[in-house]
């Protein structure tokens, strides 16, 4: 008899911290155990106990083509043959390196890593290496993985001085980050004004995707392009989730601002540990071993890894891919809007190209702290009443969900149906 979730969470917290690799999959914020992937295909996860689900996680974004993609099974299938891992240059990597400069808009040169963490951590060091300052700007909501520099939160003190956000991170590398609220153009224009000069780099989600699905106001990335030129400051896109995603160039493309430095994970690797950074050809010569900013990495340009995230690109380049999948997350977030609206629930959704957040409250956020100003108990009563109804949510209302080319007509009416008896039940409450 093969073990249950139950069995496996049991297992897992007495040789895991949380009986997790990674936080959120410990479903702390909505309560309840999590439930362990058996396999996954298309839209679908199944459970170890044969449970299946329409999954709007999909791995946190890179399965945007779906799970078990054949062609990227394929893909990967045939390069492990030749061997896993070299530790010397192999063709694929220059093969993902050309895809992605000719993909993202401003994209001349560029660095594979592992994580998303390992390409933001990257090129905050290049950008303070680069300009010889120190200080960054980030925003509250924003995640751009676990490096210290970013595990701050706002802080008192004009310049918003940071302030560790967990233990380990030092006082005095918290006290470099500022941070500012997001969408606030008059904060962005008072840091600036103070210390427009120590800034090295400011970096954001162009979209934000980490704290709920939050959507940048009408010209808020042109003005932040604009004091970064103004005072000599590099801007930073972090498309980690948004690039590949929002349009086949990321959010540069949809909302035309260039960022003078990109990172990149998630559908790059195609399920696969990829991450990646990079820029104008000027900056990143500066890295090792062109340039004096060190930076490294053991399976770095993985070739399995290159293989999969090559396949996964090669399908969100075929004709008609963003367009069939923003008009599917748009029939989802409409779909639930309208169910909620049958039971009088209070709801709202975000939305952009294969990205959505989920609202309880009158209307999406457009701000951290209107992500934070939502009826939690009712997103944790929605998130098990769906997931009982066979829809896996993202386990926590400060998360977007992720729609992939693989969820069709059918799986977005199974959804809508789940929610009518979800929000029926909410309403009852
Ligand atoms: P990773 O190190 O987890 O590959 O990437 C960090 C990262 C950087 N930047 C952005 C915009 C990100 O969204 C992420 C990671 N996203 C989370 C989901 N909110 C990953 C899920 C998790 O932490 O398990």
């Known amino acids: 008899m093969p073990a249950s979730s139950h069995e496996l969470f049991a297992r897992a917290q007495q040789r895991m911290p949380g ?10 914020s909505v309560g309840g155990e999590p439930f362990f992937a058996a396999r996954a295909s298309g839209p679908w996860l199944w459970d170890v106990e044969g449970r299946r689900y ?58 594979m890593v592992n994580s998303g963490t390992e390409a933001t951590l990257s090129a905050i060091r290049l950008a303070r290496g680069a300009t010889g300052r120190t200080r960054i700007v980030k925003f509250e909501g924003c995640y751009h993985g676990h490096g210290d520099s970013f595990l701050v939160k706002a802080g008192s003190g004009a310049l918003t001085l940071g302030v560790p956000d967990s233990p380990g991170v030092p006082r005095a590398l918290a006290d470099l980050t500022s941070t500012l609220p997001y969408n606030d153009f008059e904060a962005a224009e008072r840091l600036f004004e103070e210390a427009g000069d120590e800034v090295a780099a400011l970096i954001v989600e162009p979209i934000v995707g980490n ?35 929002v349009a086949p160039g990321g959010a540069q493309e949809r909302y035309g601002v260039r960022a003078d430095l990109c990172t990149f994970g998630k559908i790059i690797g195609g399920g696969m540990p990829v991450g990646a950074y990079g820029g104008r050809a000027e900056l990143m010569r500066q890295v090792a071993p062109s340039g004096p900013v060190y930076q490294a990495g053991t399976l770095s340009g993985n070739p ?39 039971h009088g629930v209070t709801f709202s959704t975000s939305r952009t ?8 409250r009158a ?8 992500a934070t100003d939502i009826d939690h108990d009712a997103f944790r009563r929605f998130f098990h009443a769906m997931l009982e109804r066979g829809v896996y949510l993202a386990p926590s209302a400060f998360e977007a969900g992720f729609v992939s080319a693989a969820h069709g007509e059918e799986e977005i009416a199974f959804t809508v149906e789940a929610a009518r008896q979800a929000f029926a039940l909410l309403a009852r409450s």
């Open 54 to 111: 329409v999954d709007y996680v999909g791995s946190w974004g890179p399965m945007i083509v779906g799970h078990a993609h054949p062609e990227v099974l394929r893909a990967v299938r045939e390069t492990m043959e030749h061997g896993l891992s070299f530790g010397v240059p192999n063709p694929l990597e220059v093969e993902m390196a050309e895809t992605l400069c000719a993909m993202v808009p401003g994209l001349e040169m560029v660095r």
């Open 363 to 370: 209307r999406p956020a457009t701000s951290f702290r209107e």
């Open 353 to 360: 190209c294969g990205m959505f957040g989920l609202y309880f």
């Open 211 to 245: 704290a709920n699905c939050i959507l940048p106001a009408e010209g808020y990335l042109q003005h932040l392009r604009t004091l970064c030129d103004r005072h000599g400051a590099l801007l930073i896109f972090d498309e980690v989730m948004t690039g590949f995603r």
């Open 19 to 28: 009986g997790v690799n990674s936080p959120v999959r410990a479903f702390r």
């Open 304 to 342: 399995v890894a290159m293989a999969a995230g090559l396949a996964t690109l090669r399908l969100i380049r075929e004709p008609g891919f963003h367009p069939r999948l923003e008009a599917a997350t748009g029939r989802l977030c409409d779909g639930l809007e309208q169910a909620a609206r049958e």
